[in-house]
């Protein structure tokens, strides 16, 4: 008798279970098996996203390897190419017995900065030109008179960049206006 009970209770058309009630059981459980596809499906796509950005970071990240991979050694050298030129600036051009060991420094310092050249390695002379905080580094300020304020006067030390990145800084002397000139216009106003 209790399995006929059991039977009546899953027989789909006993009173208990009406077709509007089978009917509504189906649609809930559609509905909650299209939101987990929804979710399914959203999730698949951020994971596909997520994979995308990791792989670029990825393409970034070695292409800036390959790039900069010479930074360290290319900085060790910048001492060897300041030792030569420093080299030419206290040697004399006239003195016949310097002559041959000072063209052999000015070549070998040509090679290095050809070298350097080729590996992107670009240097930066900016005597002249305005003052740069991004590529210059101000030792000192000076007034002058025959350039205008802001400009360098003088270079101790020339700047690099490796692929455009800065690698050393320019160390520079930079001008000022003299300090009894009269106020420029745009002081006055």
Known sequence: MADEQNLDNQNPETPEHSEADVAEDLAARVQSLEEQLAAAQDQ????????????????????KAHKFALEKFAGDLLAVA?????GLELSSADDEAVKPMRE???LTLKLLQDTLAR???????????????????????EESTHVEPGSVLKV???????????????MVVVSKAPADAPPSIDEKA
Not at 47 to 63: F, S, T
Not at 156 to 170: E, I, M, V
Request: proline share 6%; charged share 30%.
């Open 82 to 86: 300041d030792s030569l030129e420093r």
């Open 44 to 63: 698949s796509l951020r994971v596909a996203a997520e994979l995308q950005n990791i792989r670029r970071r990825a393409e970034q990240d070695v292409e």
């Open 156 to 170: 101790f030390q020339k700047g690099y960049l490796l692929n455009g990145r800065l690698l050393r800084p320019a």
């Open 104 to 106: 052999g420094v000015e």
């Open 119 to 141: 590996h992107q390695l670009e240097q930066l002379d900016p005597h002249g030109e305005p003052f740069n905080p991004e590529h210059h580094q101000a030792m000192a300020m």
